[in-house]
């Protein structure tokens, strides 16, 4: 496709089931971020992949959360044992380095709702 | 710890007023500043500012980055209820090279414009 797509666009969960959310960048898009919003507040950011390079993990909040991205492509982030402190919008966006000033293209999200 | 932080959190107008949005960074490696509006999910992306002084403008918005002081505006003028969004700021860090590097967003601005 043309964009950043994620999936599923909306999920409803139990505390404590396991989640994974899916994001597929632009081809070719080197770079891969994963933010969260909850709601009417700005964006936190979770995870950031470059390249090959060792993913910055600073930005998630716990060990319930993780992130995987196979080389330049697809990317899943899990989080285990969900608490409702999770229910956000979680936000996928990709870039590559470009002459463009319009380098970074997002996702519609995930809804996800803990109840 | 790098952090942008964003005023007003929040602003309600009429329309037609005009008004100004604040944004505030320490980020080492400074790069670039972005600004991006939110209506729905996926934000969209307005200005990037690189150099002071230099105003960027789009028909009745308009933003400026000053580096001395850390801080960029975004005014809209004429204000419209389109204009009724989350408006976010956004900082990149250099990571050498052609790297993108990663982009550090404040909380955002909410902004409501009524007829």
């Known amino acids: 496709g043309a964009g950043v797509s994620q999936s599923p666009s909306n999920k409803v969960t139990e505390k404590g089931k396991d989640v994974e959310l899916r994001c597929d960048p632009i081809?070719?898009?080197?770079?891969l971020y994963w933010y969260r919003q909850r709601l009417g507040q700005g964006l936190e950011f979770l995870i950031y992949?470059?390249?090959?390079?060792?993913?910055?993990k600073s930005g998630l909040p716990s060990d319930r959360f993780s992130a995987e991205r196979t080389g330049e492509s697809v990317s899943t982030l899990t989080i285990q044992r969900t608490q409702q402190e999770d229910s956000a919008v979680y936000l996928c966006a990709s870039s590559k380095w470009t002459e463009s000033e319009e380098k970074l293209f997002f996702g519609s999200g995930t809804q996800l709702s803990v109840l | 710890e790098d952090k942008v932080v964003q005023s007003p959190l929040s602003l309600v107008v009429h329309e037609g007023d005009t008004v100004t949005l604040n944004c505030s960074y320490e980020?080492?490696?400074?790069?670039?500043l972005l600004w991006y509006k939110q209506e729905k999910k996926a934000p969209t992306f307005l200005f990037m500012l690189t150099s002071s002084g230099i105003e960027k403008k789009s028909g009745r918005l308009s933003s400026i980055l000053d580096k001395k002081e850390l801080s960029s505006i975004l005014n809209i003028t004429a204000t419209q209820t389109g204009d009724s969004a989350i408006y976010l700021c956004a900082v990149e860090e250099s990571a050498g090279g052609t790297s993108y590097g990663k982009l550090t967003f404040g909380q955002g601005t909410i902004l409501t414009v009524h007829p």
């Open positions: 980020v080492t490696n400074f790069r670039s």
């Open positions: 081809s070719g898009h080197t770079a």
């Open positions: 992949f470059q390249g090959n390079s060792a993913p910055d």
